[in-house]
């Protein structure tokens, strides 16, 4: 039986991560226009906004950011373990930039996943505005976030991803692998790094690899290809010419969307953006 995503928009449950560019606020925008389908792919989750915020029977969610997949797979497996490990991080003792020093250090070289995962939400909650970023070496380089106060342990949060998660299927891979495992009766939900605005440049830093052009290219032709296949593809970007552009051809739906990443407050605010949807 296919499902309408609709029916949970209204009260999704709540992404336990910070991630730039999730859609937490714009979530009744892009919800109330996913096709009907039995099940969701998403070949960049991210903060997993629309994977909680949706009501399809199934969901292959996919990211090329290993240590998010990893975390993923921890709470959907083993969440009081993770909760366990994870919430002695969110202690004020760890509220300081020698000790988050300390723990991107070990995270970088960690070989356990369970403590990986729990690392990764600590740098992620004291980090700077949220923000997964790495060098060309893949090491993540975040620079502490000077939090006023310890950030809250998202206990209730994890416990509902992980109750979600019994119902997907997550993977770290390449968005085409995600993509072409679509079949007849899947709909695709792409979140990709955004392209750059008419007026100024996105931030694309989620991994080592660079997002460019040519992969905006072959994401926009694949999602053609799967329209064609009967596989309904749903795009998200800057509301901006060259989306448009790229997006010939699709049904475009503008809307509005708030962006605090700068560091500057005056660089903040609403920024348009789009949601292409191949048929």
Same mark, same amino acid.
């Given at each position: 039986?296919?499902?309408?995503?609709?029916?949970?928009?209204?009260?999704?449950?709540?992404?336990?991560?910070?991630?730039?560019? @999730?859609?937490? /606020?714009?979530?009744?925008?892009?919800?109330?226009?996913? !096709?009907? #389908? $039995?099940?969701?792919?998403? *070949?960049?989750?991210?903060?997993?906004?629309?994977?909680?915020?949706?009501?399809?029977?199934?969901?292959?969610?996919?990211?090329?950011?290993?240590?998010?997949?990893?975390?993923?797979?921890?709470?959907?497996?083993?969440?009081?373990?993770?909760?366990?490990?994870?919430?002695?991080?969110?202690?004020?003792?760890?509220?300081?930039?020698?000790?988050?020093?300390?723990?991107?250090?070990?995270?970088?070289?960690?070989?356990?996943?369970?403590?990986?995962?729990?690392?990764?939400?600590?740098?992620?909650?004291?980090?700077?505005? @949220?923000?997964? /970023?790495?060098?060309?070496?893949?090491?993540?380089?975040? !620079?502490? #976030? $000077?939090?006023?106060?310890? *950030?809250?342990?998202?206990?209730?949060?994890?416990?509902?991803?992980?109750?979600?998660?019994?119902?997907?299927?997550?993977?770290?891979?390449?968005?085409?692998?995600?993509?072409?495992?679509?079949?007849?009766?899947?709909?695709?939900?792409?979140?990709?790094?955004?392209?750059?605005?008419?007026?100024?440049?996105?931030?694309?830093?989620?991994?080592?690899?660079?997002?460019?052009?040519?992969?905006?290219?072959?994401?926009?032709?694949?999602?053609?290809?799967?329209?064609?296949?009967?596989?309904?593809?749903?795009?998200?970007?800057?509301?901006?010419?060259?989306?448009?552009?790229?997006?010939?051809?699709?049904?475009?739906?503008?809307?509005?969307?708030?962006?605090?990443?700068?560091?500057?407050?005056?660089?903040?605010?609403?920024?348009?953006?789009?949601?292409?949807?191949?048929?």
């Amino acid at each position: 039986m296919q499902k309408h995503p609709i029916s949970q928009a209204t009260s999704p449950r709540r992404p336990f991560l910070k991630w730039v560019g @999730g859609k937490t /606020r714009v979530l009744p925008h892009v919800v109330s226009l996913l !096709p009907r #389908g $039995r099940r969701l792919l998403e *070949p960049f989750v991210g903060g997993g906004a629309i994977f909680l915020g949706t009501d399809y029977e199934e969901y292959l969610l996919g990211d090329s950011n290993s240590h998010l997949v990893e975390l993923y797979r921890e709470v959907a497996a083993r969440p009081h373990e993770f909760i366990e490990v994870a919430e002695p991080f969110f202690d004020e003792s760890y509220r300081s930039q020698e000790r988050y020093q300390e723990v991107r250090a070990s995270f970088n070289t960690e070989s356990s996943g369970m403590l990986r995962a729990a690392q990764f939400l600590y740098l992620n909650k004291h980090g700077f505005n @949220g923000l997964c /970023r790495y060098n060309k070496r893949g090491m993540f380089n975040v !620079p502490y #976030g $000077r939090p006023s106060r310890s *950030p809250k342990f998202p206990v209730e949060e994890i416990l509902a991803f992980h109750e979600k998660a019994q119902r997907a299927t997550f993977v770290s891979d390449d968005f085409v692998w995600v993509m072409r495992s679509a079949m007849p009766g899947d709909v695709v939900y792409a979140d990709p790094p955004y392209c750059d605005r008419d007026d100024a440049a996105s931030f694309t830093g989620y991994g080592a690899a660079v997002f460019g052009m040519e992969r905006q290219l072959e994401l926009a032709q694949l999602a053609r290809e799967l329209a064609g296949q009967g596989i309904p593809v749903a795009i998200s970007n800057h509301d901006c010419e060259f989306a448009h552009q790229l997006y010939a051809g699709a049904e475009i739906h503008t809307y509005s969307a708030r962006r605090s990443v700068s560091a500057a407050s005056d660089k903040r605010g609403d920024v348009g953006e789009l949601l292409a949807i191949f048929r």
